[in-house]
Each structure stands twice: as C-alpha cells, then as structure tokens.
C-alpha cells in the first residue's frame, strides 16, 4: 500500500511538473540573434527557440511541414518582417497579430544616417526600404527587447515584472556594448572594405566605418561582371580588405584578394552554433572587423 502510494505520488508530481512546464509562453524567433535578445528578456519564464538553423539564409528559406506546426504552435513569433524573411509572410498572415512581433514596425528602431535620402525621416523614425538587419546596431537590439517584455507581459502577466527587469537590464548592457564597439573600432574607422553582401549598414553606420562597396545585394543573388569590375577598380584604389561570410562559396573572392592584395576577413550576422548571446554576437562582429582591417597596418 506503501508502495502504491509512493508511485501514485510520483506521477502526480510528474503530472504537475509537467503542466508547469507547459504553462511557459513558446517564443519562437525567426533566426537566432532575434532568439539571443529574447531568451535576455524572456530568462527562465519561457521556452525560446529559433525557426531556421544558423546555416540558413534568412533571405530566402524553404518552410518544411514541421516549420509550419511550430509556427501554429507558439504563443508568440518575433521575426523582422517580411523586409527580411519574406518567406515567413504567407504562412504569418494566417496567425492572429497578437500572436507577433515584427521587429521592423516598431517606432523607436535607429536607421543609419546613409538612409536619409532613401525614404527615411529620422525625427520621427519612419523608414521605407531600410536595411533590415536591425540587430547589428546594439540600440535596436534594446528597442526589440523592451517591445518584446511588453508582448511578453500581455502573455504572462505574473512575469510582467520579471521581464521588464530583464529588459532594462539588457538596455543596460548593449548601452555598455554600444561605447566598447566604438571604442575598439575607432583606430579602423578610414580603412576602406567590401562586405560580400550588402546587410551591415546598421553596424557600419553606427561606428561610422568605411565600406566601400559589396558583392552582392543579397547572398542568392549572383554579382553581375560589370558590378565585380567597378568593386574591384574601388578596392584597388582605397580597399584594404574584403569580408566573406560562412557558409557561402568563395572561390572567386579569393581570388579577388589575392590579385588586389587585399586581406581576408569574416563576418558572421547570425552567430555560428557556438555563439550563446547577444553581446557575443556583436563582439565577434567588431573583433573580425578590427583584426582584418588592424593588420593591414603592421
């Protein structure tokens, strides 16, 4: 008798546990800097997990059937918008809005200055057609991270304090985050690059570095001849060196570097499977910047 009970216990606390478990709101991002941010609001309140694994290109990815259920599944899905993953935007349109957070409406994101003349009215934040890598300027990074503890609050509102908390501490860090960067990338600041693709203006605006150019507007799309011409005539004259990104193919921008005498470098927007955090992210972005650029000058 003894015994039964003891097992009847057991499962009644396996039951209860297992409830608790579910009662946790399901977050899931898009990619994983979007993830890195919410799991810093969200802390042990929530389940946080990434739609698309690192190796795959937000620009343009093929939802899978379990893609789908894990969309339907989840309490709330942050994602930048369809500036971004435009493949996520039919499956989104059949999910209540309450259920989203689109990074990229939201009113207090900074743009950088070079899109002044490209739809943007920086008084008052509005953008059309602004880079949609939000997360590489740390001040955006806090701006997603307060709206997301207000979501959050909305669906938990036990937790609503614990993620404003969290949130502030977070804008708290990036702000820290923020005057590192600018201080470590400020010796580089003219030494003129190319990215491989046009998505760093949020990072390169903010630390006012010099990029001269890329070589492509986005990862699927193929350079034209003409395009590589002029890229490489501008990097002979100021470059000093040319980021790739993993996971992409680049044979043709080693030899590139070779015939110009340019340096190598690397640069990651996502975080490989190593990366455990926001600040990680960024300080790995600005050391492959400081390290490619820095040894040009020895």
Not at 274 to 284: A, T
């Amino acid at each position: 008798m003894i015994r039964a009970s003891v097992i009847g216990l057991i499962l009644v606390l396996g039951q209860a546990l297992a409830l608790t478990a579910q009662a946790k709101p399901q977050l899931l991002a898009s990619i994983k800097p979007l993830a890195l941010i919410a799991q810093e609001v969200a802390g042990d309140r929530a389940q946080v997990d990434a739609l698309l694994p690192v190796t795959a290109s937000p620009h343009d990815y093929p939802l899978k059937m379990s893609d789908h259920r894990r969309l339907r599944a989840a309490d709330l899905v942050i994602w930048v918008g369809p500036e971004l993953e435009s493949f996520l935007a039919r499956s989104l349109a059949n999910i209540p809005a309450e259920k989203q957070l689109a990074a990229y409406v939201l009113t207090d994101l900074y743009w950088p200055e070079d899109q002044a003349g490209d739809g943007h009215h920086h008084a008052n934040h509005q953008h059309l057609n602004g880079d949609p890598h939000l997360w590489l300027d740390p001040r955006n990074a806090g701006v997603i991270a307060l709206a997301l503890a207000q979501k959050l609050a909305q669906l938990d509102p036990a937790g609503a304090q614990t993620y404003q908390t969290n949130a502030a501490h977070f804008v708290s860090s990036v702000e820290q985050l923020d005057q590192q960067l600018n201080r470590q990338l400020a010796p580089v600041k003219t030494r003129g690059f190319a990215v491989y693709h046009e998505g760093y203006s949020h990072f390169v605006g903010r630390y006012g570095l010099h990029q001269v150019g890329y070589v492509t507007y986005t990862p699927e799309r193929r350079a034209g001849a003409k395009h590589l011409k002029e890229l490489q005539d501008v990097l002979k004259k100021e470059g000093k060196c040319l980021f790739v990104e993993p996971y992409y193919q680049t044979d043709s921008m080693n030899a590139m570097v070779q015939s110009l005498g340019l340096k190598l470098g690397m640069l990651d927007p996502i975080g490989g499977q190593q990366v455990s955090s926001y600040r990680e992210l960024l300080e790995n972005l600005g050391s492959s910047f400081l390290t490619c650029l820095a040894d040009v000058a020895h």
